[in-house]
């Protein structure tokens, strides 16, 4: 639960908390069918082949090629997402706190300087710590979601038939809070190969996210207004705000909420992000680190965090507001990531254990090359965009 369950109620706001929500329930199915489709494909051998392996056999030297760029691309793209979104956090969120008023690019700059030395100490450092923040992330969220429901708004439940033209454009990130395809491979390992008891981990690896995903848009759509005067969902998109700045309008907009619920709003939203910046961070350093062989020596450490961050960081002080276009890019370098292995399924067809209807096959890879579509004609301004 990072940047993508973040802007669910940015982009949930143009169609509104009753379609969003169905939508969110179908992306989920379509979710857990990706997800037992690609695990298949890593029964075939049940030794230890992560994706690599998988393109190399199928597609060959263009293919193990064309699988390290996308997903280099995605972990750069990702890393840029959770710069400029926990700077927007600390700069609106807590930085004011301390009566501290600073710019974009000094946010990210105080984010930078605060959270990028833990990754000096070593992998072993910044799991220990994600596994400490992860819990008060989880207990954190729980909080504002229970707190929360008190302010659940029936106004939400309409569902105007006008408002599906803005579903479009968020069905890519939709998709992107509930697309994890890519750790199949390793939860398969993990799991010895139990087909059965993988299934059901995904399962409810899908559903209980879907259920908080829910939750969260409604208490959210609740607190924020859709339009209107005053600090709106309308107001925020068309300035072209970000998370940080829809916290303080949930907490702003509403002096009733219990002391514990604003904290609890905001200590979610920043340690959501920085969970996911370590996490994202700590696995690009790992893979530059084995792809150069770099040896982690004080230089070489300095080598292998600046080949990880300087990227990021030089398109996060390009677009210090870009959390939402940013994380929409994102959508497409992980459906890429996503539809690897299931075009593998077709190669290896004949070895398959259990083998679903070619169809289903492609017509998976179809509703994957829709979702790009989608975000393409979106970046072009081709689809309708709620607040602008």
């Known amino acids: 639960m990072g940047a993508g369950s973040l802007a669910l109620p940015m982009l949930a706001a143009g169609p509104g908390f009753i379609w969003s929500s169905l939508f969110i329930g179908l992306t989920g199915i379509f979710s857990y069918y990706l997800a037992i489709y690609t695990l298949e494909i890593y029964m075939i051998n049940k030794n230890g082949e992560n994706a690599s392996t998988i393109a190399l056999r199928n597609f060959g030297k263009p ?15 990702v890393l840029t997402v959770y710069m400029t979104g926990g700077a927007d956090l600390l700069t609106k969120t807590l930085l004011p706190l301390v009566n501290l008023n600073v710019s974009s690019h000094s946010g990210l700059l105080i984010f930078l300087i605060v959270f990028l030395p833990i990754f000096f100490k070593g992998t072993g450092v910044v799991v220990k710590s994600n596994t400490v923040i992860f819990y008060i992330k989880l207990i954190s969220f729980l909080l504002a979601i229970g707190l929360g429901l008190k302010f659940f708004s029936p106004a939400i439940v309409s569902a105007p038939a006008e408002n599906l033209v803005y579903l479009p454009r968020g069905l890519p990130i939709f998709f992107s809070a509930l697309g994890f395809q890519f750790l199949v491979p390793i939860l398969a390992q993990y799991n010895d190969y139990n087909r059965s008891r993988c299934r059901k981990i995904l399962a409810y690896g899908i559903l209980l996210p879907v259920l908080l995903y829910v939750l969260w848009i409604g208490v959210m759509l609740s607190l924020i207004p859709r339009t209107g005067a005053g600090n709106t969902f309308w107001l925020l998109l068309s300035n ?51 792809a150069l062989k770099i040896r982690q020596s004080i230089a070489g450490k300095i080598l292998n965090l600046a080949i990880t961050m300087l990227p990021p960081i030089v398109f996060a002080f390009a677009y210090p507001n870009g959390f939402l276009l940013i994380l929409q890019q994102v959508c497409i370098f992980l459906i890429l990531v996503c539809m690897v292995p299931i075009a593998a399924l077709l190669r290896e067809y004949n070895l398959l254990e259990v083998r679903f209807s070619r169809l289903s096959i492609w017509l998976l890879l179809s509703i994957c090359s829709l979702l790009i579509v989608l975000q393409l004609l979106d970046d072009c301004h081709f689809l309708p965009a709620f607040g602008f």
């Open 240 to 290: 072209n705000e970000s998370v940080g700045t829809m916290i303080r309008y949930a907490t702003h907009n509403n002096p009733q909420l219990p002391a514990l619920m604003k904290i609890a709003l905001n200590v979610f939203s920043n340690v959501a992000m920085l969970t996911s910046f370590l996490a994202v961070g700590i696995s690009l350093y790992e893979y530059i680190r084995d």
């Open 63 to 77: 293919g193990v090629i064309f699988a390290a760029v996308v997903n280099l691309a995605l972990m750069y793209a």
